[in-house]
Structure formats: C-alpha cells, structure tokens
C-alpha cells in the first residue's frame, strides 16, 4: 500500500506547485465533468487567481462547460468557439453551461451574442426558465432597453 501524499492548502502551494497543477488541469481538464469543483480548480481559482487562457482552450476542446468560471475573460478565439457552440447547439441544457460560459468571458461580443438571443430564441429556449440576459448576469451583466450594460 503506497502512502497518500500530505494534504497541502492551496495557500501555501508554490509558484512550481501551481504551474505543476494548472499543467495536470490543462493535461486532464475532462475530469471536470465528474468534479466541477476539483480542489486544484478551487485552489487556482479562488486562492491564487489564475483563469489561464490554455485551460479555457482545453475546455473548449473537450467540451468542458462547467465551471463556467473556466472561461472568466477567456480569449477572442475560446469566445468565438463558445458562441459557435451556442448557435449549433439543439440542446437546451449545452446551451445553458454555453451562455454561463459566455457570461464569464464577458466582453462585448460575447453580451452582444446573449442580447440577440434574447430577442431571436433558438427552439431551446422553450426548455430554459429564463431568457439568455439572466445568464449574463452570471458574469455581472444586465441589459436595459437602450442595450446598455
């Protein structure tokens, strides 16, 4: 029987133990689908503050959508993947992690995307509880009716 390493809090990681976990998340991002909140997301994210553009990247890739927090001020390039996602999707529960998503990499284009489709649903909005700005305020959005932020 091997013995489990010591438990070491995220706040006393070091600089090497936090590039060494992003690099393990990056590498492994799937395994978010069975832990949203694996404590070495928790750690980078909540601790240490680090939403890294190539871990937005390999969620993308993978289909990860959750944690939307995955994708906070992600680049233009992840921002143009999730909204191509959005408006392929059938499917209204993709969708929803889709415009979390969204929300959390929250630039204009991005709003700009949620806006519209508010005002020209796809068929799955009749499964939602919600129009698409309520998800825009996920990542601290609203809209009133002169489109204003």
């Keep these: 029987m091997t013995a489990k390493s010591p438990y070491i809090s995220p706040k006393d990681w070091t600089l090497e133990q936090v590039q060494t976990k992003l690099q393990d998340l990056i590498a492994h991002v799937e395994r978010l689908n069975d832990d949203l909140w694996d404590n070495d997301l928790k750690g980078l994210i909540?601790?240490?503050?680090?939403?890294?553009?190539?871990?937005?990247?390999?969620?993308?890739?993978?289909?990860?959508?959750?944690p939307s927090e995955i994708y906070y001020h992600a680049p233009e390039d992840v921002r143009d993947g999730l909204i191509a996602k959005l408006l392929e999707t059938e499917d209204s529960r993709t969708a929803t992690n889709l415009m979390c998503c969204l929300a959390m990499q929250g630039d204009d284009k991005a709003l700009e995307t949620l806006y519209e489709l508010e005002h020209h649903p796809r068929p799955w909005r009749e499964k939602l509880y919600v129009d698409s700005s309520v998800y825009a305020q996920c990542g601290g959005w609203t809209f009133d009716k002169t489109r204003k932020r």
Excluded: C, D, T, W
């Design 46 to 66: 909540n601790v240490h503050g680090i939403f890294s553009p190539e871990l937005a990247r390999a969620a993308l890739e993978k289909e990860v959508f959750r």
